[in-house]
């Protein structure tokens, strides 16, 4: 596992291995009362979930079918990626999001 240490506004960019392309950039938006909020930018063709939503997904498919859409919330980006936001602690489960992440 890979340790960093962020503050906030600041980001860490996942990508290819080239260096260039980045497929998953994720920025630091807050810090404060026991979570943080974070900030994800994706290629449309990269899907997200939130690990207890992703677990719930994964148990629940039958090995054969293949994956449904994103689980995310997203809004356009001035560079064409999808920019998506995720908030920690309270009221962000799925239920009180109404059902979207």
Not at 5 to 29: I, P, Q, Y
Not at 39 to 58: D, L, Q, S, T
Not at 72 to 95: H, I, M
């Amino acid at each position: 596992m890979l340790v960093l240490s962020r503050k906030s506004h600041e980001s860490v960019v996942f990508g290819a291995g080239d260096g260039v392309g980045g497929e998953l950039k994720v920025t630091v938006l807050e810090i404060g009362h026991g979570s943080v909020r974070l900030g994800f930018e994706a290629n449309k063709n990269v899907v997200i979930h939130r690990e207890e939503v992703w677990e719930r997904i994964r148990k629940s498919r039958p090995r054969d079918r293949p994956t449904g859409g994103p689980d995310r919330s997203t809004s356009s980006s001035a560079n064409g990626k999808a920019a998506v936001l995720f908030g920690a602690g309270q009221g962000s489960s799925p239920e009180s999001a109404g059902g979207r992440v």
